[in-house]
């Protein structure tokens, strides 16, 4: 009964690997759908597709909890999913929740009418298809108002870091910041809404200057899914740890291996 965790490349390592630090006894099934990536381009009807089958594969790893380490398809299947797929006796949770807990500084279970948070005017840097989904947007206006959300689709970052080209993200990074800044001058706080971009964080923080917090989800999922497992032992459990994908498990091994900086052997899913 291992955890799973899913995103359509390498980019939910970046979870994995605070996860693991964080719950050590714990062992994970982590599943790249890197033959499909990058979701981000993709339709909903396509990604929740997609999603939904590389979850099940999950399941039939022995994984009762499956951790959606891609904001896309938290953004675009999530709810679907819970409402008319998924098994009775199995979860699924995504990456919003921890990211609007720590912005909104209230519990998910807080139930109370919208207030007024701290942070104002919000930056959030995401997929294409988690910026036309609007589904930050929703969740946080259920807990927060007086929020001013800019969002920018990072178009490329995905490709360039599934491709090892740093040097690629990097500039396309940059570029998209400045695209943020012409329409939101002076962002208080930026999300870094794809698991893949924790990977380009300093190049964030640098292009968007000291004063702007940047909330980048991997702790923020550890720390979540270290309370779920508290509250619901019984979805965790003894299992061996493996890496599938879709792809190349050499190309992905190798890539995978380049990020975290520690060997990673993917099979074929």
Not at 117 to 143: D, K
Not at 237 to 263: E, I, M, N, Y
Request: proline share 5%.
């Amino acid at each position: 009964m291992a955890v799973g965790i899913f995103d359509s490349g390498i980019g939910g390592l970046t979870v994995l690997d605070v996860v693991q630090k964080r719950l050590p006894e714990v062992p994970f099934v982590y599943f790249a759908d890197s033959a499909h990536a990058p979701y981000g381009v993709r339709d909903s009807d396509d990604i929740f597709e997609l999603t939904t089958a590389a979850t099940q594969r999950l399941f039939d790893e022995g994984c009762n909890l499956v951790i959606l380490a891609c904001n896309t398809a938290s953004a675009a299947a999530l709810r679907r999913m819970q409402e008319t797929w998924l098994p009775k006796n199995k979860r699924v949770l995504g990456v919003f929740v921890p990211l609007i807990e720590a912005l909104t500084e209230r519990q998910w279970g807080d139930n109370s009418p919208p207030r007024e948070v701290a942070v104002q005017h919000v930056a959030l840097f995401a997929t294409p298809a988690t910026v036309s989904s609007r589904a930050f947007q929703r969740e946080l206006a259920f807990r927060a108002i007086g929020v001013d959300v800019e969002a920018q689709a990072c178009g490329g970052v995905v490709d360039a870091i599934e491709d090892g080209d740093m040097i690629l993200a990097e500039a396309l990074v940059r570029s998209h910041v400045d695209a943020l800044k012409r329409k939101m001058p002076r962002p208080q706080a930026a999300i870094l809404g794809c698991t893949h971009y924790p990977l380009m964080e300093e190049t964030f923080q640098d292009a968007l200057g000291p004063d702007v917090s940047v909330f980048s989800q991997a702790s923020l999922v550890a720390e979540s899914l270290a309370d779920y497992l508290e509250r619901h032992p019984g979805m965790a459990g003894t299992g061996a740890a493996r890496f599938l994908t879709t792809g190349d498990p050499r190309r992905v091994s190798s890539r995978a291996t380049q990020f975290l900086k520690r060997q990673i052997t993917f099979e074929a899913a």
